[in-house]
T-cell receptor, first 121, second 115 residues
Framework: GAGVSQTPSNKVTEKGKYVELRCDPI?????LYWYRQSLGQGPEFLIY????????DSGLPNDRFFAVRPEGSVSTLKIQRTERGDSAVYLC???????????????????FGEGSRLTVL | AQKVTQAQTEISVVEKEDVTLDCVYE???????LFWYKQPPSGELVFLIR??????QNEISGRYSWNFQKSTSSFNFTITASQVVDSAVYFC????????????FGRGTSLIVHP
């Protein structure tokens, strides 16, 4: 498809389980972002990729969270030993622009997927 | 550090009313970018507008208009003659070197337009 695709759209898991959330960005977009959105809140930054590398992972809440983007396209957010507090909608966004680029290209708009709703029981 | 404040949590209007969504931001950067996004019930945030800090000219796009005022650090969004389809959560966002060009979002304003 033409947009950002996220799977699964919904995931229910039990506390302590391992979860993977997948993001397929718009073709050609080098920048990829993961955000987390809790009910009634705005998107909260988790991690940013420019190409294959994690350019900024300062938003990851702890070492249970990890993300990869091995070929510079699809990204997977991995959460180990899930906790009830991890329940949220995980949003992925891609962009033609990003911090690694020059001038106005740094401040471009993001294209979001519909999110993956994670519920930890 | 960057911060975006959307003080209005929820606004309820009747169709055809005009409505303004407020956004106040904080940054020490001289060059930065401001955005508005719309999040309908389906969940996908949709980009509406981008404004750079050197362009204070107000913009109008159909029923939408934006008022950027650096003097008050505000970037307000007005919908004229609101429609039921405008019902959504609207987010204001800011990016710039002070935040490593990682967009910072406000907590959003939920707009409910009643028929």
């Amino acid at each position: 498809g033409a947009g950002v695709s996220q799977t699964p759209s919904n995931k229910v898991t039990e506390k302590g389980k391992y979860v993977e959330l997948r993001c397929d960005p718009i073709s050609g977009h080098t920048a990829l972002y993961w955000y987390r959105q809790s009910l009634g809140q705005g998107p909260e930054f988790l991690i940013y990729f420019q190409g294959t590398g994690a350019a900024d992972d300062s938003g990851l809440p702890n070492d249970r969270f990890f993300a990869v983007r091995p070929e510079g396209s699809v990204s997977t957010l991995k959460i180990q030993r899930t906790e009830r507090g991890d329940s949220a909608v995980y949003l992925c966004a891609s962009s033609l622009t990003g911090r690694g680029l020059a001038g106005a290209l740094r401040g471009g708009e993001l294209f979001f997927g519909e999110g993956s709703r994670l519920t930890v029981l | 550090a960057q911060k975006v404040t959307q003080a209005q949590t929820e606004i309820s209007v009747v169709e055809k009313e005009d409505v303004t969504l407020d956004c106040v931001y904080e940054t020490r950067d001289t060059t930065y970018y401001l955005f508005w996004y719309k999040q309908p019930p389906s969940g996908e945030l949709v980009f509406l507008i981008r404004r750079n800090s050197f362009d204070e000219q107000n913009e109008i796009s159909g029923r939408y208009s934006w008022n950027f005022q650096k003097s008050t650090s505000s970037f307000n969004f007005t919908i004229t003659a609101s429609q039921v389809v405008d019902s959504a959560v609207y987010f204001c966002a800011l990016t710039g070197p002070g935040g490593s060009y990682i967009p910072t979002f406000g907590r959003g304003t939920s707009l409910i337009v009643h028929p």
